[in-house]
């Protein structure tokens, strides 16, 4: 099929590498323009800008799609059956999105209607979900509610980050993509029921901040879910802190106040959450230093048992 393709993060890269390798003829990728980066803030090309310049592929670079009427002019030249877009950044209007004959496809990493919007894997991180997957889905102006047409379902590990699973949801709705591309005249579109939608909003950088009046598997779900940005984080002797990783424990009977340092050992530092229980701090960074194991951490900056992490 001739294809446009929609997308910018490293997440969208296997679909868009799926597309090739099938032998699908992509004949412009339209992603998101530089930005800042790093600390220099150079102007950096998104994951998938690169690799499509490193292939040769025609790019398309609107800052509002919506108002770019470049777009359905270089749309009209090229002339594609269908779009494929996988985490583009930007709500694409009807008239794209209608555009090719045979509409466009989206590849969201959730089973609608489960967790629609902009960060599906970490609100399912967050809110404890043991299961999510991929779904191929028939796009409309709405956030994630056009008809179904291929789902596929695992189960999120235990100690899986949101990077973690995201790798992994990302290569699953590739081959999902390439499947779906392959039965398209075969598949009768499934309308969501919207009664059983969730929403997944973007990620802001204080939804970071530990609670630690919450038990110890919520926070564990919050440090994990925020791997790689923003980083769970807290505040230690008046200093922010990043937490990377770490573990709940059991619960134990203890007078201490939530935050407070418990124990330190090579295992980690032991904090007291919310009904008793126990999370183990395994990695731990300060503001503007390097990411140290906690054990590390307590011998550089003296932390010990009675110190109390708070939320400022």
């Known amino acids: 099929m001739r294809i446009v393709f929609f997308g910018s993060p490293p997440a969208a890269l296997p679909s868009l590498g799926a597309l090739l390798e099938a032998g699908h003829s ?166 969501q029921d919207h009664s059983l939608a969730t929403l997944a909003p973007k990620i802001r950088k204080e939804d970071g901040a530990i609670d630690w009046c919450e038990e110890a598997a919520a926070i564990d779900g919050r440090v994990r879910a925020f791997q790689p940005w923003p980083s769970a984080f807290s505040f230690l002797k008046g200093k922010r802190v990043q937490v990377h990783r770490g573990m709940a424990l059991g619960t134990r009977s203890m007078t201490s106040p939530p935050g407070t340092v418990l124990a330190v050992s090579k295992e980690g530092l032991d904090v007291v959450c919310g009904g008793g229980t126990i999370y183990r701090i395994g990695s731990i960074q300060l503001e503007g230093k390097k990411e140290l194991g906690a054990h590390a951490f307590s011998l550089g900056t003296g932390v010990r048992a009675g110190d109390v992490f708070c939320r400022s």
Not at 28 to 54: E, H, M, N, Y
Request: net charge neutral; glycine share 4%.
């Open 26 to 191: 992509v004949e412009l990728v339209i992603t998101q323009p530089d930005r800042p980066a790093g600390r220099g803030r150079k102007l950096t090309p998104s994951a998938v800008k690169a690799f499509a310049v490193a292939r040769s592929l025609p790019v398309l670079e609107p800052a509002k799609i919506r108002k770019d009427e470049l777009v359905l002019e270089r749309l009209r030249a090229v002339r594609p059956d269908i779009h494929v877009v996988a985490a583009y950044g930007q709500i694409i209007p009807a008239s794209i999105t209608d555009f090719p004959p045979r509409h466009s496809l989206n590849v969201h990493f959730s089973l609608l209607p489960k967790y629609r919007g902009a960060c599906p894997v970490q609100w399912a991180i967050i809110r404890g979900e043991t299961r999510t997957g991929v779904t191929i889905f028939e796009l409309n102006e709405r956030m994630d509610e056009g008809n179904i047409l291929a789902a596929e379902a695992t189960d999120i590990q235990p100690e899986e980050t949101a990077r973690d699973l995201e790798t992994r949801l990302a290569a699953m709705g590739a081959a999902l993509l390439i499947r779906t591309l392959e039965d398209i005249d075969r598949i009768v579109p499934v309308p």
